[in-house]
């Protein structure tokens, strides 16, 4: 089972990886998490990508290309993965499809989570990440039991002026991707203005077809 998840910033990719990983046992390889990661610890590479980040920018193709190359080559890919904020731009789709070949794998289906820009300034404004275990809230919609107890934290892109700024990037480099795939008929587009849960049923039909 190898998929991508696709979407615009805050469609929900995040969510729902977590749960399919739940669900099947496979890793999810999100990009801007292995970014955030090195801009914790400080490394390089991660105060490079952190300006980027900051101004809802995109990190450079190779630099992603590389990370994505590494981590696809771990034993834990071996019964599939699920891509989450990769590729970005039709340079790293090809790249993606170079690295696969190598690996003799190749993208079985991309599931496009569908969200209208009102409902995703909402969303990316009101989210919530648990510093403890990394879990994804809402304040409104999916608010923790617990606020102390999860020690929430509000990532540093998610303002509205760099959420604006992202929805930009998105429409220009990351939305030609989508055709990328449909020309394969790789493409199963989901309604992701539903709940979590009416998603989560909706893909798992999908990728279980
Ligand atoms: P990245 O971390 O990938 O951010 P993103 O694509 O902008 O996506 P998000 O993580 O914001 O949203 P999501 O779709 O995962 O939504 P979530 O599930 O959290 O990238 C950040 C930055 O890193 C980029 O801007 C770029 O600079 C760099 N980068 C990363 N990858 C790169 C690449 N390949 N190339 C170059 N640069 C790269 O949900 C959002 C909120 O909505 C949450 O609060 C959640 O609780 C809520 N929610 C989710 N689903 C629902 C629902 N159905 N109903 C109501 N609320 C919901």
């Not at 760099?162 to 587009?189: H, I, S």
Request: with cysteine; glycine share 8%; hydrophobic share 35%.
């Amino acid at each position: 089972m190898n998929i991508i998840l696709f979407g615009a910033p805050g469609a929900g990719k995040g969510t729902q990886a977590k749960e399919l990983t739940k669900k099947y046992g496979i890793p999810q390889i999100s990009t801007g998490d292995i970014l955030r990661e090195a801009i914790a610890n400080q490394t390089p590479l991660g105060l490079e990508a952190k300006k980027l980040m900051d101004g809802g920018n995109l990190v450079s193709d190779d630099i992603v290309n590389g990370l994505v190359g590494t981590r696809l080559k771990k034993a834990d890919c071996e019964k599939g993965f699920i891509l989450d904020g990769f590729p970005r731009t039709v340079a790293q789709s090809e790249s993606l499809d170079k690295i696969l070949e190598n690996l003799n794998k190749k993208i079985e289906k991309v599931i496009a989570l569908d969200v209208s820009d009102d409902e995703i300034i909402e969303r990316i404004t009101g989210r919530r990440v648990s510093k403890k275990t990394g879990k994804i809230y809402h304040i409104k919609y999916n608010p923790p039991i617990d606020e102390k107890e999860e020690d929430l934290e509000q990532r540093a892109d998610d303002n509205r002026e760099t959420v604006m700024k992202r929805l930009e990037v998105y429409n220009k480099q990351t939305a030609p991707v989508l055709d990328y795939y449909k020309k394969q008929g790789k493409v199963f587009n989901v309604d992701g203005g539903k709940s979590l849960e009416e998603i989560t049923k909706n893909i798992i039909e999908i990728l279980e077809k």
